[in-house]
């Protein structure tokens, strides 16, 4: 279980408790599905503004990275 603040979100308990332990499901391993070059440019912008609040971090090129998380781009009035 998770109860710190991440990244520069203060003052907000987040409690996230993981179902599945070691070796983690081949469904939670997948591939990332091909995105537009819009949704992409998007996707990017998003995962700069997470990164820069200390919300997400690059990982190194020999970091293993075991459960993905799926990235929905909802478009209201042409902005993501």
């Known amino acids: 279980m998770l109860l710190e603040p991440i990244g520069d979100i203060k003052d907000h308990e987040i409690s996230i408790t993981l179902e599945h332990e070691r070796p983690y499901p081949p469904v939670l391993r997948r591939p990332a ?5 819009q949704r992409r440019i998007a996707i990017e912008e998003h995962l700069q503004d997470l990164h820069d609040m200390n919300i997400l971090r690059k990982i190194g090129h020999n970091e293993v990275v075991e459960i993905t ?5 909802a478009w209201h009035n042409g902005k993501s």
């Open 33 to 37: 599905y091909p995105a537009s070059p």
């Open 69 to 73: 998380t799926p990235v929905i781009i």
